[in-house]
């Protein structure tokens, strides 16, 4: 272990206060860099034209890039306008299985993700069928809807596996790209 004693009087300001024994820091511990990048997302293709999802929910997509715009979180547990669809929030366990740093997908993006059903139980709980965001942003590619045990999978191989990478905001959730704070992140929001 490499370390670094460092005097505290080099930490001194105001009204800081500290012991007066030696910090040691481990400079093996710290990275030398970020996690990986996420794989490229493809900005020169129009997005515009909606694949499959509810048109609600399509729109929704869209209006949570804005800052003010989206719905509020209690809206997500609704029943959509549009097709009456009602967002389920259980995450399976073999989504988390064998997978201390599991990412959550977050109840707005799964909502998000929704298709039309007719059939109220077609999907399973709610009737739910979803698609995927990632696969129709970053590859514009329109895969067939999912039953949320499915999805989950498919958003496991996602996030475990393909290297795609949440943005994560103060609380460790998945956060809305109206509020990131970068212009052009990379990274999946919600």
Not at 2 to 19: C, E, R, V, W
Not at 136 to 154: G, L, R, T
Request: hydrophobic share 30%.
């Amino acid at each position: 272990m490499t370390t670094l004693s460092i005097p505290p009087k080099a930490f001194l300001s105001g009204a800081m206060n500290m012991s007066t024994k030696m910090m040691e820091v481990d400079l093996t511990s710290i990275p030398t860099t970020t996690e990986d990048p996420p794989p490229p997302y493809k900005t020169e293709t129009p997005l515009n034209d909606n694949p499959g999802f509810c048109e609600f929910a399509f729109h929704e997509r869209q209006a949570n890039s804005v800052p003010g715009g989206g719905m509020i979180a209690r809206q997500y547990f609704s029943p959509c306008k549009s097709c009456s669809y009602l967002c389920g929030d259980e995450i399976p366990t073999s989504y988390r299985k064998n997978w201390p740093e599991w990412v959550d997908p977050s109840v707005n993006f799964r909502w998000e993700s929704h298709v039309a059903s007719k059939e109220p139980m077609l999907g399973g709980l709610h009737g739910e069928l979803l698609g995927c965001w990632i696969c129709w942003e970053y590859d514009q590619n329109w895969v067939k809807p999912m039953v949320p045990e499915d999805w989950y999978a498919h958003m496991r191989q996602h996030f475990k596996v393909d290297g795609y990478r949440v943005c994560k905001g103060k609380t460790g959730a998945m956060q809305r790209r109206r509020n990131c704070g970068l212009r052009h992140c990379p990274k999946i929001h919600s």
